[in-house]
């Protein structure tokens, strides 16, 4: 009976002190993974953006819970070799698993740092073009402009050429106006200037463009080339398309289309 007891009182007092151990382990552990967390969240608060600083907060959390459990397990005398080659034989199996997310994850991660555009902007990629609503860790969140939601994989995203229509103050709206070879150029020319100088989206700087630009098949092409603030694009695009077609019909200019006359010799003769 005195050996059972001293043997319980030894296991006890063996098991005991590392249960307490591994208690205070715990809540100092916990203390510091906290004190850590936040200290690191305020050293890069602002850097990048709020999808990608939430998701390195909880990875760093999980990383660091995982060591301190493993610290515990250790402490309390588990075997954790065996634990750590079943948890990298299990990463590596989900890893391969999941390579397709995972390269969508790794894009997520190249946008959020590097920012080629924020939502919110005008973007064309992997053949679609739209507002970006959101950008998340796997997909890039776009509304087209008849109202389509798209989700495109971050993989494609980061590997495609992006064209951000957002990212510049201003915008070169860039026209070309067909007038006859029969019409006056320099009246169709200073009828454009005057339309580009009255309208009040067209700025003044960069100065606009307005020349000929090309002996067509069936018409004098002028280009007329100016520059507006991004928002303006298409109000001063379609402004000038109706003030150009007005202007003309009121100057008697016309503006030709694609036509093909026929001509028949007498002596020729038809089947």
Known sequence: MDQITGGLQSIIANYGMKLLLAIILLLVGLWV???????????????????????????????????????????????????????????????FALQGSLSNFAGGVMLLIFRPFSAGDTIEVSGYKGKVQEIQILYTIMTTFDNKKIFIPNGNVATDSITNYSAMDTRRVDLTFGIGYDDDFHEAISLLKDLVFKHELILDNPEPIIRVTEHAGSSINIACKVWVKGPDYWNVYFDMHEDVKDAFDEAGIGIPYPQLDVHFDEGTKIC
């Open 33 to 95: 993974i906290k004190f850590v967390v936040k200290l690191i969240e305020k050293n890069i608060q602002g850097k990048f953006e709020r999808t990608l600083t939430s998701f390195l907060m909880s990875i760093t959390r999980a990383v660091l819970l995982i060591l301190l459990f493993i610290s515990i397990a250790s402490t309390i005398g588990i075997e954790v070799a065996s634990f750590v080659a079943v948890l990298g034989a299990a990463s590596f199996a989900v890893g």
